[in-house]
């Protein structure tokens, strides 16, 4: 340890001290606990019945072929067939119209206990609360829709290669030196899918030798390229920058198991916003530690980049840190930019290893011409280059409405997770029994929400996620608002020991 670098102080980051995570209420957790033990107990006696054939199978077995073991038995499957298979049409509405404040949901009708449906040819007009599209980019008209149409006459619609073969055109140079422009470092390089930039890439820059230290709550995409890289990989709790600490300290200490040796490097794997909880992580605390052990730093900004800062450059312009203090900043399209695919974005030696060795380079076809078109257009819009402040109204916009909606709900009576700041907004359901009602209910009055339970969340913090966006105007959300207050009357959802009054009455 190197004396005088110690972290100067222990207190959370301003950020960090404004996010909400109220423990659950004794009475809720009890009776989410006997929910799920309900569930259990009859689920496993009616799968009993079921393989006696003393009450009908109303789901499909995959059994195998005969003298074959089945493909697939696992844990989830319980709970798909005695749980979430009966309200599947919570999770698999068919959209009908762009991901913007409002659109159409396909109204269908079920004879076999929803594995199959059929359309009944009627559209449901929703507002929607569920879809990433943070600042509204998600358009099927407009300057940066004309611009991605342009992008097919001129260049097609698919490049038909990889990028290291005949794969990359003007369009994807141009767009790797705006985006490493537009976050404050020396070069980019940009991935077709946003799920392949973690899983492909991660495995070029870790290997056997190498310590990764990641957050307990990172994506999938993460956790499967720190898996597919061989490293050694501990995990600490989430934004617990003590935790995170004291492995450092023990990693730097005592080396690699059984020979001491020292780790070949010690990478640390984060998110800027994390899209179950909308907790922003305490990255200057974060870079102070980087530095005394040093590590080297992989923050992930799907959710974080043009939705975060004055100028939307993400968790670093908001906590006012320098960029090249983080070594890799990674990220998607998907979000801000109403795209798809990737970039990881860092020194110009690093993207040139990760050009030439990472799978995603020569294994997958590059993004399309329309696709990096759309992000270049809407990336020029944020940065104000159109000749407008449209870029600057949306990140205002977006902003504005994190933090009304947030504090509204607060003000009913729900316990919701997350930062201040964060365009995710986590409402805790808790018992199983309330997840299907909580969407089938906002949806019988017009609201299109997104729920999530468990095995996807611990068991003991099912909820509504809400994605806001600067699309939504402040009638939007005094309409949702009011919709979910009603609902959550009607479920007893309110459930906050914060909030003594239930009778809340939204003031226009």
């Known amino acids: 340890m190197v004396k005088g670098d110690e972290t100067k102080s222990k207190r959370p980051a301003p950020a960090a001290e404004q996010e909400e995570f109220e423990e659950t209420p004794l009475r809720t957790a009890i009776w989410t606990y006997l929910g799920y033990a309900i569930l259990i107990l009859f689920g496993h006696f009616r799968d009993f019945l079921r393989d006696w054939g003393i009450e009908k199978t109303k789901f499909k077995r995959e059994t195998g072929m005969q003298g074959f073991v089945p493909l697939f038995a696992d844990f989830e499957a319980f709970y798909t067939r005695n749980l979430y298979m009966r309200i599947r049409d919570c999770w698999n509405r068919p959209i009908s119209s762009v991901p913007g404040s409002h659109f159409d949901v396909l109204e269908r009708a079920t004879d076999d206990y929803n594995w199959n449906f059929r359309m009944t040819g009627r559209k449901i007009p929703l507002l929607n609360l569920g879809s990433y599209n943070y600042l509204g980019f998600a358009q099927n008209e407009g300057p940066c829709a004309d611009a991605a149409a342009q992008a097919i006459r001129e260049y097609g619609v698919a490049s038909a290669s990889s990028r290291t073969e005949l794969g990359t055109s003007e369009l994807h140079v141009k767009l790797e030196k705006l985006v490493a422009e537009f976050l404050g470092k020396e070069d ?25 230290i990641s957050d307990e709550l990172n994506h999938a995409s993460l956790v499967l390229g720190c898996r597919l890289s061989g490293a050694s990989i501990q995990v600490f709790k989430h934004n617990d920058i003590e935790a995170l600490e004291r492995l450092l300290k023990r990693a730097v200490v005592e080396g690699q198991p059984r020979t001491h040796r020292p780790w070949k490097k010690i990478v640390i794997v984060v998110e800027g916003i994390y899209s179950m909880e909308g907790s922003i992580f305490r990255l200057p605390e974060l870079i102070a530690l980087k530095k005394k052990y040093k590590a080297y730093l992989w923050l992930d900004e799907a959710h974080s980049v043009g939705a975060l800062g004055a100028h939307g450059r993400g968790v670093t312009e908001f906590h006012n840190v320098d960029p090249a203090d983080v070594d890799i900043m990674m990220g998607t399209f998907t979000k801000s930019f109403g795209s798809a695919g990737g970039y990881c974005a860092g020194s110009k030696e690093i993207i040139n290893h990760m050009r030439t060795h990472a799978h995603s380079s020569f294994h997958a076809t590059s993004m399309s011409a329309p696709v990096a078109q759309q992000i270049i257009s809407s990336m020029t819009v944020i940065m104000g280059r159109d000749g407008t402040d449209d870029g600057q109204r949306r990140i205002a916009q977006l902003a504005d409405n994190a933090r009304f909606f947030r504090t509204e709900l607060k003000k009913m009576g729900f316990i919701v997770y997350g930062n201040d700041a964060s365009p995710i907004v986590p409402l805790m359901i808790f018992q199983a029994s309330k997840i299907a009602a909580f969407s089938r209910e906002c949806l019988k009055r017009g609201v299109g929400i997104v729920v999530v339970g468990f095995p996807a969340t611990p068991i003991i913090t099912s909820r509504a996620r809400f994605c806001l966006s ?16 009603e609902v959550g009357n009607l479920l007893g959802m309110k459930v906050s020991q914060k909030t003594p009054s239930r009778d809340y009455v939204l003031r226009r």
Do not use: Q, W, Y
């Open 470 to 485: 600067a699309s939504h105007t402040r009638e939007d959300l005094e309409k949702a608002l009011a919709v979910i207050s």
């Open 188 to 212: 980019a390089v940009v991935v077709g899918m946003g799920f392949a930039t973690n899983s492909t890439i991660i495995p070029i820059l870790c290997g056997k030798g190498s310590l990764v």
